[in-house]
């Protein structure tokens, strides 16, 4: 079984910064891909940001040069790093994670709510 637990989200103004983290455990040997989704209010969930293996990266048009996502191999853990935040962002963010067999674990959302 693995878990994903996620942390930082929360309230901030509009051109603010939140640091998001979600860190894996459990019986995963290897993971392929890392990533975050989001779902904003009566929106569809939308991929925000990825990263592989080889550290090759991926962002939705809408934050490219104001989100970053990394990761942390020792501890199986993946970041999200959202500067100059919209009322727009205002979303619930699941991580996820991909094994090396093809696997996909979720966490359970946190919550990031921009004010304007």
């Known amino acids: 079984q693995v878990q994903l637990v996620e942390s930082g989200g929360g309230l901030v103004q509009a051109g603010g910064s939140l640091r998001l983290s979600c860190a894996a455990s459990?019986?995963?040997?290897?993971?392929?891909?890392m990533g975050w989704y989001r779902q904003g209010p009566g929106k569809h969930r939308e991929l925000v940001a990825e990263?592989?293996?080889?550290?090759?990266?991926n962002y939705a048009d809408s934050v490219k040069g104001r989100f970053t996502i990394s990761r942390d191999n020792a501890k199986n853990t993946v970041y999200l790093q959202m500067n100059s935040l919209k009322p727009e962002d205002t979303a619930v963010y699941y991580c996820?994670?991909?094994?090396?067999?093809?696997?996909?674990?979720w966490g359970q959302g946190t919550q990031v709510t921009v004010s304007s």
């Open positions: 996820y994670v991909v094994g090396s067999r093809g696997s996909l674990y």
């Open positions: 459990g019986s995963i040997f290897s993971i392929n891909a």
């Open positions: 990263i592989f293996s080889g550290s090759r990266t």
